[in-house]
């Protein structure tokens, strides 16, 4: 099964003048990605969004993520993240 991501960079505004002083690589990528229910039903199956796509799969990725961060992390950059967040 194929599916289709869409995926918008956003660059310096700067860039465009090529003075060097602004960074080449993107500073955000922005994604829209096709819903688990959506992917289910195109297969045939009948699917409740509420079963299919419940679960907080973006905030359980960055809590591992910040989980990852402060076991890997100086610690006072973890201190300072614990202080102001």
Partial sequence: MKTIAVV???????????TGT?????SEL????????NILSHNGQKVDFEVS??????????????????K???KDTVARYQSYG
């Fill in 8 to 18: 918008e960079a956003r660059y310096d505004s700067l860039l465009s003048l090529d």
């Fill in 22 to 26: 602004a960074m080449l690589s993107a």
């Fill in 30 to 37: 922005k994604t829209k990605l096709v819903s688990r229910q």
């Fill in 53 to 70: 796509d419940a679960p907080d799969l973006c905030g359980q990725a960055n809590q591992k993520a910040i989980d990852w961060a402060l």
């Fill in 72 to 74: 890997n992390l100086p």
